[in-house]
């Protein structure tokens, strides 16, 4: 975690979420900075509509997946919906992450008085504030107007009190990305942040190009996954239709 921290200001901090063994062994052994396993994967695994149905035990079966795939990356695991309403409760969720995945580091939307009560026992925790899926119903630019520029501004400067190492800056104006960024000791990880924050930070599915109904201005696709499954899936089909799947070579005598 310390090595994160020490970045700000040396180098932009890389990061992507991963789900599962083989995208966290592929990710971490290409050099990523965090893996984090988020809350997202209820979207983008499960299904679901939002990450509000994602429980503490879908992060903890994650997470434990992810840390077997990892080798070098620094793990983080989100809290999921109401799991850090206090924080006593928060504290209990936490420890029991930690415990069951192996992982020593959190992420917590919001707040504050969570992250410190946490944080105070030991476990690191990166903050998240601007847009944060848990806590609204659509997904909306936030610090637009002066009001709630300053919200999330006082918010960010609150986590760091709080004992965060880092913090998550979603969906703001870049220039709010820059006047926290400027304002924090700790490193600021962006995503549609704007370029000026100290790291960035995607969903590993859509820099992969899987399809979504969801296409946030900040994605930037990287490849078209969701092409080549399909193609290999109409191949497979083809191959076992005609008889050509299997071949002699590819059975036992």
Partial sequence: MQHIVQL????????LTAYDYPTAKIVSEAGVDVILVGDSLGMVVLGYSSTHFVTLDDMIRHG?????????SLVVIDMPIATCDTPEKAIASCRKVCEETGAHVVKIEGK???VRAVAQTG?????????KP???????????DDISRKKVFEEAV????????AVILECIPS???????????IPTIGIGAGSL??????VLHDILGFSSDVRPRFVRKYAHIDKEISQATHHFIKDVISGNYPSEQESYS
């Fill in 197 to 202: 924050t100290d790291g960035q930070i995607l």
């Fill in 64 to 72: 434990q997946a992810v840390m077997r795939g990892n080798s070098k």
């Fill in 8 to 15: 700000k200001g040396k180098r932009k901090i890389t990061a």
């Fill in 112 to 114: 504050p008085e969570s």
């Fill in 158 to 165: 609150a986590l760091e009190q709080a004992g965060a190492f």
């Fill in 123 to 131: 476990i690191a925790v990166m903050g998240h504030t601007g847009l």
């Fill in 175 to 185: 220039s709010l990305g820059l006047e926290i960024t400027q304002k924090l000791r």
């Fill in 134 to 144: 848990q806590e609204v119903q659509s997904y909306k630019i936030q610090g637009k």
